[in-house]
């Protein structure tokens, strides 16, 4: 199956006035099973255009409680806000990574993020974490969070989702789009992506924008179970 933890990525009304801050944006929304990371959707306003944001996978050190938490840093995909709007970046094979029960998402820009956000009600374990100006950000690293305060809307809905598929599933996709002849995305530094062709392809191949998605549009069996 197909699964995405995170929120529609969608025009929001709000958005983030800090700078250089990472947010676990809801660590509520953790990682229910074993899975592999293979993309990112999220959506970004014109008004930040041209900001670098780091879209992250943060794993919780179950032995730190309360209003203060740490988390290890396991994945972090480097996304180039050059055309605003919805963006959905592929991951290469070497840049999939296995995610762990739970495994929440984190959003981290140098300047000010470029994804929009809505405040929501409080619920048990929704406040999101947050940073300030990490100094040497490596992965596999450990950092403190701590919770936002409850007069900065502490309770969001951000426009950025993680796809999440079982080893199985990503397989079978892989080896139907192979088979169809697909065009392998090649993800570009800074966002600059384009097509690149498989030397397996055909001319009458329609374009596609993942191996992930043609496959399963092939396959008729292409599912979405939204975390909310």
């Known amino acids: 199956s197909v699964r995405q933890i995170g929120y529609p990525a969608i025009w929001r009304e709000k958005q983030d006035t800090v700078r250089k801050a990472i947010f676990l944006v809801d660590p509520s929304l953790e990682v229910d099973e074993v899975g592999i990371l293979t993309g990112w959707n999220l ?3 014109p008004s930040r255009r041209f900001q670098r944001l780091h879209l992250q996978i943060w794993r919780p050190n179950n032995k730190v409680t309360g209003r203060r938490r740490l988390y290890k840093l396991v994945s972090d995909i480097l996304y180039y ?19 762990e029960p739970g495994d929440t998402i984190g959003i981290y820009s140098t300047g000010v993020n470029s994804v929009p956000w809505d405040s929501v009600p409080c619920n048990v374990g929704n406040v999101h974490f947050f940073k300030y100006n990490p100094f040497h950000l490596a992965l596999s690293s450990e950092y ?10 502490p309770c969001r809905h951000y426009s950025v989702n993680a796809t999440i598929m079982s080893e199985a599933e ?17 993800p570009k530094p800074y966002g600059y992506n384009q097509f690149e062709r498989d030397l397996r392809s055909s001319s009458s191949v329609i374009l596609a924008s993942s191996v992930c998605w043609l496959a399963a549009s092939v396959s008729n069996i292409f599912v979405q179970v939204w975390f909310v």
């Open 43 to 45: 959506y970004t306003v």
């Open 81 to 99: 806000n050059d055309v605003p709007g919805l963006g959905q970046i592929t991951l290469q094979p070497e840049d999939r990574i296995t995610l």
């Open 144 to 153: 403190p969070f701590e919770t936002a305060d409850v007069s900065w809307d």
């Open 170 to 186: 990503l397989g079978r996709l892989d080896e139907l789009a192979m088979n169809a002849g697909a065009l392998l995305y090649s």
